[in-house]
């Protein structure tokens, strides 16, 4: 098991900056591939960022690609989200999660269901 506790959210103005950070306690953090996902009121939970376990590989969706950057401290045990440029479609609550470890090096995923364990979540809101 791996417990993941969320912070660094809040309220930012359009064109803003937040990071993210994901702490987490319980399992080796290491082993662990590890992603972003967010979701808004009556929308279903998207992909934001994934990164292998050991940091090498990243994946992005579309719409952050370019204004997102994903990141792992290993030795911390913490997983990051750097928010830059914002737009108010960034609004939503954003939770860190985990893969079940035992994964071929450099595994990475962008689905959902692979993921084992989350976080309860952060808000964040970008004004127009």
């Known amino acids: 098991q791996v417990q993941l506790v969320e912070s660094g959210g809040g309220l930012v103005q359009t064109g803003g900056s937040l990071r993210l950070s994901c702490a987490a306690s319980?399992?080796?953090?290491?082993?662990?591939?590890m992603g972003w996902f967010r979701q808004t009121p009556g929308k279903e939970r998207e992909f934001v960022a994934a990164?292998?376990?050991?940091?090498?590989?990243?994946a992005y969706a579309a719409s952050v690609k370019g204004r997102f950057t994903i990141s792992r401290d290993n030795a911390k045990s913490t997983l990051y989200l750097q928010m830059d440029s914002l737009k108010p479609a960034d609004t939503a609550v954003y939770y860190c999660?985990?893969?079940?470890?035992?994964?071929?090096?450099?595994?990475?995923?962008?689905?959902?269901?692979?993921?084992?364990?989350w976080g309860q979540g952060a808000q964040v809101t970008v004004s127009s």
């Open positions: 319980g399992r080796a953090f290491s082993s662990h591939a």
């Open positions: 990164v292998s376990s050991s940091g090498d590989s990243t």
């Open positions: 999660a985990a893969v079940a470890p035992s994964r071929p090096l450099g595994y990475y995923s962008t689905y959902e269901y692979e993921y084992d364990y």
